[in-house]
């Protein structure tokens, strides 16, 4: 190619160019002269959007870590040393299987005493009793006594001297008295049997807990302890005792989830919840079990607890999830973008600023529902097809006239006026 054709083709080029730019020019001027045109007429541009029906979008995503569904640590009721432990880690276990026996010297005398005074008891019970019927039997000939005297000294004046019946009442009167000491006596002695009976009774209940057994089914998952350890008595929150062993129930695991406060009051008993286990490579569908049914002024989060089955044992404590909330009325409904909504003081209410038929702005109080990610439910305060100004609104305020351009809210990160 010659010099010459070179230098025609650049040319060429050269003014393609400055065509191009001409005609981007004179369409930036026309849409500079359309916002120049509204402000000289004292309409501020406001991009709106209007109210439409539709879902709100993706369902929220929360991560979270199975735990058992029971996890405790075992102590023994009584001090002792292990004489036998069934168990270690990994073992399984049965509700009441015994995990380990402790061997307490001390507490077989305590309940050989025990009995000792229960049988010291019924014997002087047997003694008791003999005794009220001494009393009584004596009782009843000295009282005999008396009623023969004083009825022989009413027949005949003179018959019977006073002195003896007086003697013979005094006797009547000690008899009775004798009656009634015995028996008390008695009733003192059926008492410390009730007591003595009653010390058996708790030596005997302690000597059960030195066989230590599982509260629960589950798997053993620590063992603090070996034969011949010596175990405290755990009795009380404040001693430090060693527990024997740990077993936690994963038949049946939790995931607890943090649920915001935007749909904390949509969630119901029984609501599925699907998760992917990482570890696993795998969804699991689990159901909402329980939940707090207050708000952590904190976090502004509800504690909920969703249970999984676990029969066959794949799913692991511990494993990390990735749990899918979807709203339980995930529904066509009267929706409006974020942006366009001005929080009140709790997440129910809010205000817009919506755009007249005459373009004027007006405030409105909205109720609000559910909120997802990009819009949020409208339960009151507008209607299907209303336009509301998204945006800051520091520019605006009600009242005002403005220049409405309707944009695209399906788009993320900014939309194209229409």
């Given amino acids: 190619m010659s010099k010459k054709s070179k230098l025609v083709i650049a040319g060429l080029v050269f003014l393609g160019l400055i065509a191009l730019w001409a005609g981007w020019r004179h369409g930036k001027t026309e849409a500079d002269d359309t916002e120049h045109a509204d402000k000289a007429r004292g309409e501020i541009v406001a991009a709106v959007v209007k109210v439409s029906r539709g879902k709100l979008g993706a369902p929220l995503t929360l991560a979270g870590a199975f735990k058992p569904f029971q996890d405790v640590d075992v102590h023994a009721k009584v001090a002792g040393y292990i004489k036998k432990i069934y168990v270690d880690v990994g073992s399984r276990v049965t509700e009441g299987q015994t995990l380990a026996v402790l061997e307490v010297p001390e507490l077989a005398a305590e309940l050989a005493g025990a009995d000792a005074a229960v049988r010291r008891s019924k014997q002087e019970i047997l003694r008791s009793k003999g005794d009220v019927e001494r009393a009584k039997s004596a009782h009843v000939a000295t009282h005999a006594m008396y009623e023969r005297l004083q009825q022989a000294a009413q027949q005949k004046a003179g018959l019977v001297a006073q002195q003896e019946v007086d003697n013979a009442q005094a006797k009547d009167l000690e008899g009775e008295a004798q009656v009634s000491s015995a028996e008390a006596a008695l009733n003192a002695a059926q008492q410390a049997l009730e007591v003595a009976e009653a010390n058996a009774k ?100 509800m504690e909920t607890e969703v249970d999984f089955q676990n029969a066959d044992g794949r799913l692991l404590p511990g494993m990390y999830v990735q749990a899918v909330v979807a709203p339980p009325d995930n529904r066509d409904m009267l929706t409006v973008p974020l942006e366009a909504v001005e929080l009140g003081t709790n997440a129910s209410e809010g205000s817009v600023l919506v755009v007249n038929a005459r373009n004027v702005l007006e405030e409105r109080k909205v109720q609000l529902g559910l909120q997802g990610s990009m819009r949020v439910e409208v339960r009151g305060g507008l209607t299907d097809g209303e336009r509301v100004v998204v945006g800051s609104r520091n520019e605006f305020r009600s009242g005002m006239k403005v220049a409405p351009k309707e944009i695209d809210s399906s788009r993320p990160g900014g939309a194209e006026a229409k």
């Fill in 202 to 301: 708790q030596y005997v209940a302690l000597s059960e807990y030195t066989r230590i057994v599982a509260p629960f089914t589950g798997v053993v998952t620590i063992r603090y302890a070996d034969t011949g350890s010596l175990i405290a008595a755990g009795t009380a929150s404040s001693t430090q005792s060693t527990p024997v062993v740990r077993i936690a129930q994963i038949s049946v695991l939790r995931l607890v989830l943090p649920i915001p406060e935007s749909i904390a009051g949509e969630i119901r008993l029984n609501d599925p919840v699907k998760v992917h286990v990482q570890a696993l490579n795998a969804d699991y569908v689990g159901k909402v079990s329980r939940f707090a049914d207050s708000l952590d002024p904190q976090t502004r989060t």
